[in-house]
């Protein structure tokens, strides 16, 4: 059995800053690059093949680059040391310990006052909240009140408030679809203007 015989790849500068590429690709090399380019249509906006690659090409090499700097969460010397710089900030130790610990405790009431603030109503979903409104939606959810028909665009997605947040919609599954850019302003407008 014999192989096809593919052009050879080739690559010559154009400028003193550009090269041209020359490559083969197949289906579904195409189809995957063709969704890479909606689902970064925001960071990519002309939707260039070159755009595209060189944007795939950064997110690849940050995530498998073994110099990169990773970001832990909660590691317990990061937390320590967080804990241990706040608790000198505020000058306080426990006498006969070399433990710093903060001078003032909250009260119970004053950490209830505090955990009620931090939990105010967010614009902003969710990460997850987020993954399942793509995973629901796929598409623009935008449906033209004469025809019927869905947009279904899948290029420059944003996830929208049906019931605008501010006009006291909330960020939740029920309320959140997504629309493609030229729809949500459209709404955006509709709302703004009346």
Same mark, same amino acid.
């Given at each position: 059995?014999?192989?096809p015989v593919l052009p050879r790849e080739a690559i010559r500068p154009v400028s003193a800053t550009q090269n041209q590429m020359t490559l083969v690709l197949d289906e579904q090399t195409l189809e995957l690059?063709?969704?890479?380019?909606?689902?970064?249509?925001?960071?990519?906006?002309?939707?260039?093949?070159?755009?595209?690659?060189?944007?795939?090409?950064?997110?690849?090499?940050?995530?498998?680059?073994?110099? +990169?700097?990773?970001?832990? !969460?909660?590691?317990?010397?990061?937390?320590?040391?967080? =804990?241990? @710089? *706040?608790?000198? #900030?505020?000058?306080?130790?426990?006498?006969?310990?070399?433990?710093?610990?903060?001078?003032?405790?909250?009260?119970?009431?004053?950490?209830?006052?505090?955990?009620?603030?931090?939990?105010?109503?967010?614009?902003?979903?969710?990460?997850?909240?987020? +993954?399942?409104?793509?995973? !629901?939606?796929?598409?623009?959810?935008?449906?033209?009140? =004469?025809? @019927? *028909?869905?947009? #279904?665009?899948?290029?420059?997605?944003?996830?929208?408030?049906?019931?605008?947040?501010?006009?006291?919609?909330?960020?939740?599954?029920?309320?959140?679809?997504?629309?493609?850019?030229?729809?949500?302003?459209?709404?955006?407008?509709?709302?703004?203007?009346?």
């Amino acid at each position: 059995m014999t192989s096809p015989v593919l052009p050879r790849e080739a690559i010559r500068p154009v400028s003193a800053t550009q090269n041209q590429m020359t490559l083969v690709l197949d289906e579904q090399t195409l189809e995957l690059l063709a969704r890479f380019k909606e689902l970064t249509a925001h960071r990519n906006p002309m939707a260039t093949n070159a755009g595209a690659i060189r944007l795939a090409l950064e997110i690849a090499v940050e995530r498998v680059d073994p110099a +990169r700097e990773v970001k832990v !969460r909660g590691a317990p010397e990061k937390r320590a040391i967080e =804990l241990e @710089g *706040r608790a000198s #900030a505020e000058g306080g130790t426990q006498p006969g310990s070399d433990t710093r610990v903060p001078q003032s405790v909250p009260t119970p009431k004053a950490a209830a006052s505090h955990e009620s603030s931090s939990r105010r109503p967010s614009r902003r979903p969710s990460r997850p909240l987020r +993954r399942s409104i793509w995973r !629901r939606d796929g598409v623009c959810q935008y449906v033209d009140p =004469l025809t @019927g *028909r869905r947009c #279904a665009s899948r290029f420059k997605l944003e996830i929208d408030h049906r019931q605008p947040f501010s006009k006291g919609g909330r960020t939740t599954v029920e309320n959140l679809r997504l629309l493609c850019r030229a729809h949500n302003a459209y709404f955006g407008a509709r709302i703004k203007w009346g």
